[in-house]
């Protein structure tokens, strides 16, 4: 198992430890009889806004229209609200893009696609809703800034180790995030990183320090300081707002014009389906929210 895995898991279950609620997106879809409705976002923050914020709201940041509501003891609470309406089935599928986005580029972002369709089983007419939650550009985002930081700690911490080495470590970084993304994020929330994941990490570094000849006590040296690498403090620095991101959820609530037969829903009833998505989860992958009914 090469270096980049190791500190890429160990990075990952850092970032996952601690999740705990932080915004919370409410979601409301409404589908008539005639597959036309609406789709209603709110989102709700008692913080003035900053990029945090912005990155919160999605690229499209004109589409929603801002409240600001006063206590009585002058605080302030923010109501951000979208409102798209669909006049037939055809076009739910503008209803989906982005969710959150990272910077004013849209580097990486969190995407929704929305799909409705009609389907038979067993001759009964149903009637199909579906989103699709997955994030575009971010493992190439994290591989990148992880690889060059700790190519930057290497060369700050210990300026007598051989670029090719530096190199080398940097390389099997960005490379492991690339190529074992999945599994990475799908098992990082169940390692403890204090305990388990350091001790994996200094085994692959000392077999490449003795391959490369490396000094022994400069390979200690390496070895002791690279389980204290603060590598995420420069990852919040290069992608502000991620850490937010993955605190916060999605509550997504649906209306069927009947009364749902299938899916995978939090809960059912009657003809409403209700969801809770930690934004945790869809790290490994993309993550399918649907809703069968028969109208």
Known sequence: MGIGRCVVGLLLAAVLAALAGCYEYHVAVVVTENLSGQRTTTLETEKTPTPETLFLLGVDGESWVETVFVGHEGDETRRYRREQSVVDDELWAETGGTVLRADPAGAFRLATEVGLEETKELGNKRLVYRETLSWNGLREEVAAVVA????????????????????????AMATTILLNWTELTASASDRDPRTKLPSRVTEVLSERLRRAEVDEELSRNLLKKTTKWKFLDELEVALPGLKSSLRSAIILTVTMPGPIVDGNADKVAGNVASFRVELSSTLAGPVVLEVVCQP
């Open 148 to 171: 060059v930081d700790y190519a930057a700690f290497l060369r700050r911490e210990f300026p007598a180790l051989p670029d090719s080495l530096v190199h080398e470590f940097r390389g």
